[in-house]
């Protein structure tokens, strides 16, 4: 059975660069990268195809960790977007049965980030995006990223919604008080990383952005970064807010989900309950929650899903998601 991994992470020294030398960077993020996660990042040759064939993980679909590009500026997000996605490209070129790419953006210019997706698509063979939220404090609804979201409607692609590190007031406000270690991981990978991503998803429904451009599909990773476990509370939304559809048919309709690495039965039998097999998508979240002996191969083929089902989340689903990518351009 094909494994099609669909967040599966890279970063280049020049954009680590880029991130030391500005004021924002990694918003403190930074040692959780390091040691072999570090090494793991940099490495788009032998040793990736080394542990993805220990994994038994067929293609990794590449995207640059977080935050990405977002909070860089202007112009240097802009060469460097160029620079990373003719890399990408070229690694894909190069070993076109284990790889393909996603996107990586300068968010900090909308419309182009917008002409670059659709660059990156046509030109380059890539199939969709990752972005990391907000940039800096312009949320993703902002009527900014509209040029974005109809060139990914129009091209057919898939957005994913990556979390990154909520805002310093958030930050301060919520998840301090302890030690600078133990309040960048609460606020970070112990959960306000994964609130921020769901938040983002849900702003789009309630800015109209999917009643505007119906066919925008949307990844969450970790099994729909929270906001999944609580749809019937979202739904109630609907008493304040106009929208074209109930609130859980967006999640229906708009939404694809994946593990990122979280092997959890019970999240994947919520997810299947709110969008049903047909848009759940097997993703290992490399090289962070890497671990040997092939956890993401034994757990679909130990899970409840039926064999046909099992198919569409190892590789099947995301292959009809992005096979009709670039068509429309």
Request: charged content about 20%; overall charge negative.
């Amino acid at each position: 059975m094909k494994l099609i991994g669909v967040e599966e992470h890279f970063v280049t020294p020049t954009i680590r660069a880029a991130w030391a030398a500005s004021a924002i960077g990694q918003e403190g993020t930074g040692s959780f990268d390091q040691g072999d996660v570090e090494a793991r990042l940099e490495d788009l040759g032998a040793q990736r195809l080394a542990l993805m064939d220990e994994g038994g993980v067929d293609v990794q679909v590449l995207s640059v960790t977080t935050p990405a590009l977002h909070n860089l500026e202007a112009d240097e997000s802009t060469r460097l977007a160029r620079e990373t996605n003719d890399l990408v490209a070229a690694v894909v070129a190069k070993h076109p049965t284990r790889f393909q790419g996603f996107a990586t953006l300068p968010t900090a210019s909308p419309a182009v980030a917008a002409a670059e997706l659709e660059r990156g698509v046509t030109h380059l063979g890539l199939v969709g995006s990752m972005l990391c939220g907000r940039t800096r404090d312009k949320h993703l609804d902002h009527p900014d990223f509209l040029p974005l979201f109809e060139t990914a409607a129009r091209l057919r692609v898939p957005l994913t919604i990556h979390p990154q590190i909520p805002q310093r007031a958030v930050k301060e406000a919520l998840y301090s008080g302890f030690s600078e270690q133990i309040d960048t991981a609460f606020a970070a990978f112990g959960l306000g990383w994964h609130y921020e991503a769901g938040i983002e998803f849900v702003r789009l429904i309630l800015a109209g952005v999917f009643d505007k451009y119906p066919g925008l599909q949307i990844i969450l990773g970790h099994w729909g970064e929270i906001v999944l476990f609580y749809l019937e509370r979202l739904g109630s939304l609907a008493r304040v807010v106009k929208l074209d559809r109930p609130v859980a048919d967006y999640f229906k309709h708009n939404l694809y989900v994946t593990p990122s690495g979280m092997w959890s039965s019970a999240y994947m039998q919520r997810a299947l309950e709110i969008v049903g097999p047909e848009r759940i998508l097997f993703s290992t979240d490399y090289p962070y929650q890497y671990r040997p002996g092939k956890p993401g191969r034994t757990f679909v083929e130990e899970c409840s899903l039926s064999p046909e089902q099992k198919e569409l989340f190892a590789h099947g689903n995301w292959e009809k998601l992005v096979g009709k990518a670039g068509q429309n351009a």
